[in-house]
């Protein structure tokens, strides 16, 4: 069993950057593929990013450029550096671990882009 635990959200100004973290326990955290997912208000979850156990990463297309996914296996932690950051960024960020049919989701961090 994974135990994912988000942190790093908050309220920030359009332009601005934030940088989430997830921090893992439990599981052999190299195996897995680790991944940022969010989800507006009124909306349904949407990736964001992957990052797999050799480090190869994907974005959706919205934040390419913007954010950068990397992954830190002895410290057990995924982040999410967001930088020039829109109002439609603004969402509940969820972590994510997956290893074959292995799934694991943490409780979600808020983000909000207001001026």
């Known amino acids: 069993q994974v135990r994912l635990v988000e942190s790093g959200g908050g309220l920030v100004q359009p332009g601005g950057s934030l940088r989430l973290s997830c921090a893992a326990s439990?599981?052999?955290?190299?195996?897995?593929?680790m991944g940022w997912y969010r989800q507006a208000p009124g909306k349904q979850r949407e990736l964001v990013a992957t990052?797999?156990?050799?480090?190869?990463?994907n974005y959706a297309d919205s934040v390419k450029g913007r954010f950068t996914i990397s992954r830190d296996n002895a410290k057990r932690t995924v982040y999410l550096q967001m930088n020039s950051l829109k109002f439609e960024d603004t969402a509940v960020y969820y972590c994510?671990?997956?290893?074959?049919?292995?799934?694991?989701w943490g409780q979600g961090t808020q983000v909000t882009v207001s001026s």
């Open positions: 439990g599981g052999f955290f190299p195996i897995y593929v």
């Open positions: 990052i797999t156990r050799g480090a190869s990463t």
């Open positions: 994510n671990a997956q290893f074959q049919l292995e799934d694991y």
